[in-house]
Each structure stands twice: as structure tokens, then as C-alpha cells.
């Protein structure tokens, strides 16, 4: 990920790097983000260390985020009627996207993808919430069973060893 690898090496080196990877050219970039041919020419070459508001245009074309989405990771049945809604959330609404996993290792893989598409925000359970929160950098929120739910799974088990 070009942001996070700005951090690790040189800018140059970094973007040099992303433009071979997506096989793109200094122009055409510098057209999708609006930005001077010249300047990237200049930040490519390492003569010119770049303003935020151009690292902001460069990660806007390089990683381009989907606006205003929250991911809901869980069991597939939960989300079957969350996916793709939009939820209003104070004057601003937000799309869920549900990723679904039935493991552990499902559910990590599912919040690091989350976090690479854009998510705004995560939702998980609460086993889950503590890791996936060292591995993204977008809050997470848990998803809190209510006591409704658990009395009927306790009844359901009890119907089960009975």
C-alpha cells in the first residue's frame, strides 16, 4: 500500500515503485491528480520533497477510497439484510458493506481487507474487536448480543441436552 510504504522509504523510491507496479506513467498520473507533470517529474526524480496537499491528490488516485462505508464483519445470515444499505447516522448516512467469515482467521482477513477498501469504520464481535483493532487504522465497534438473543440461544441448548 503506497501510503503506508511513504512511511518505510524515500517518497521517490516509493512512488517510483507504485507507478511500475500499476504500470502507470508519471504523466498519466499527474493528469488523474490534477497535478503538474513537472511537480511529479520533480518528486519521481527526488529533487523536491512534496506539499501534503500533493501526497493527498497522489493517494487519492492511488488508493481511492469508497465514501462513507462501514464494514460488518459477522456470520453470513447477519448480514443478508444489512449488506449494501444505507444507514442515516446524524445528518450524514453511511453504506454497510457486510464481510462475511465463520472463523477467526476469516475475520482478520476480512477487517484487513476492510480497512485496504476504505472502510470509515469496522464492526465486529467483541472476541475479535481487540485484535482487529491493532491491525487497521479506522475505529471498531463491537457488536453487543442483547440479553433477548442470549436467553433464546440458552434455551436452545437446553433443548439440545435434554
Known amino acids: ?3 503506508r510504504r511513504i512511511f518505510e522509504v524515500e517518497f521517490a523510491a516509493a ?12 504523466r498519466e498520473l499527474a493528469d488523474r491528480a490534477e497535478i503538474p507533470v513537472a511537480t511529479l517529474y520533480k518528486l519521481t526524480g527526488g529533487r523536491a520533497d512534496p506539499r501534503l496537499s500533493t501526497v493527498k491528490k497522489i493517494v ?3 488508493e481511492p477510497r469508497e465514501q462513507s462505508f462501514i464494514a460488518v464483519i459477522a456470520a453470513r445470515f447477519l448480514l443478508d439484510d444489512l449488506d449494501n444499505r444505507e444507514i442515516p447516522v ?21 477487517a484487513a481487507r476492510a480497512d485496504k477498501e476504505g472502510a470509515l469504520g469496522i464492526i465486529c464481535a467483541p472476541i475479535l474487536a481487540t485484535i482487529v483493532e491493532k491491525i487497521v487504522d479506522c475505529p471498531v465497534a463491537i457488536i453487543k448480543p442483547q440479553q433477548q438473543t442470549l436467553m433464546e440461544a440458552i434455551e436452545t441448548i437446553g433443548k439440545r441436552i435434554e
Open 1 to 3: 500500500m503506497f501510503s
Open 90 to 110: 446524524g445528518d450524514r448516512r453511511y453504506r454497510i458493506r457486510g464481510y462475511s467469515a465463520e472463523s477467526l482467521d476469516e475475520c482478520i482477513i476480512a
Open 60 to 62: 487519492g488516485v492511488l
Open 15 to 26: 512512488l517510483e515503485e507504485e507507478l511500475r507496479r500499476r504500470d502507470m506513467s508519471v
